[in-house]
């Protein structure tokens, strides 16, 4: 039998060279600095963080640049900046908008004997925050932190439909780099769904990224009407017919999104 090697604690000394030292240093940099964000200096950090003033000093300015610290050339001293905040932001506003949205989903999906999947924009993906299902629609199971393409799936097209005309050519260009000889029949299809969910409120997928699958996706937005989440349904072919979704399921998706968009619109 084949003994998992352990990994040595922290206080044995022994080095993980699977670790970015210097993204280390910086994350504990930011973490010396107490709930109260009182300005120190890279003497202080240092003495804090067991660095050298040096090290410190580099650091303390990159994450200036980056808008991680604040630096007061008065006093030479830095307080935690904005974009800290932003980092929390987005967890947390996950996990609200997953709270939120949960119970509208797991309705629908128990309605439908489905699975239905809240997500947002990752890069050119859409990855899932939150899963819910029935026993009936594990055939195909994905879970929270799965990436889906954009340019072939119900919601991906939803999102793709909603936002900005450069943004979404961006992402057709991208998409397009990585389908090589595939694109031109797909971009077609992409595109015809796009138009659809411009007219319509959701987007379908009829077996375009999983060939015995379809579903449907509709947007989530801001105020300002940019798109931030996205919610499917769908299932097997044979029980998510196009006319099923179309006819049945697409009307009560959007019912679930514009709710859960009226309740976390504070939040979005």
């Known amino acids: ?123 050119n993906e859409i990855i899932y925050v939150e899963a819910c299902r029935t026993k009936a629609s594990m055939a195909i199971r994905l879970g929270v932190g799965s990436r889906i393409p954009m340019v072939s799936t119900g919601m991906g097209r939803a999102f793709l439909a909603a936002l900005p005309e450069k943004e979404r050519e961006a992402c057709l260009s991208a998409a397009a780099k990585q389908f090589g000889e595939g694109w031109p029949e797909m971009e077609v299809k992409t595109r015809a769904a796009i138009a659809y969910a411009e007219r319509n409120g959701f987007a379908l997928s009829n077996g375009d990224w999983i060939a015995e699958a379809n579903s449907a996706g509709a947007v989530i937005r801001r105020p300002d009407g940019y798109p931030v989440y996205c919610v499917n349904v ?26 859960i968009e009226h309740i976390a619109r504070g939040m979005l």
Not at 20 to 35: I, M, Y
Not at 89 to 108: C, H, K, N
Not at 237 to 245: A, G, H, N, V
């Open 234 to 259: 769908g299932g097997l072919r044979s029980l998510f017919t196009t006319e099923r979704l179309e006819q049945e399921l697409a009307p009560r998706l959007l019912e679930v999104t514009q709710k």
């Open 1 to 123: 039998m084949v003994r998992r090697k352990e990994a040595p604690p922290p206080s044995s000394g022994k080095k993980d060279y699977r670790i970015n030292s210097g993204l280390a240093r910086g994350l504990a940099v930011l973490k010396a600095f107490g709930p109260d964000n009182r300005p120190i200096g890279n003497a202080e950090i240092a003495g804090r963080v067991g660095l050298s003033k040096a090290t410190v000093s580099r650091l303390t300015f990159t994450l200036t640049e980056l808008g991680y610290l604040n630096h007061d050339e008065e006093t030479g001293r830095y307080s935690l900046g904005p974009a800290v905040l932003t980092l929390g932001y987005d967890v947390m506003a996950q996990m609200e908008i997953r709270d939120i949205a949960r119970p509208y989903m797991q309705s629908l999906a128990e309605y439908a004997n489905a699975s239905v999947y809240l997500g947002t924009l990752d890069g």
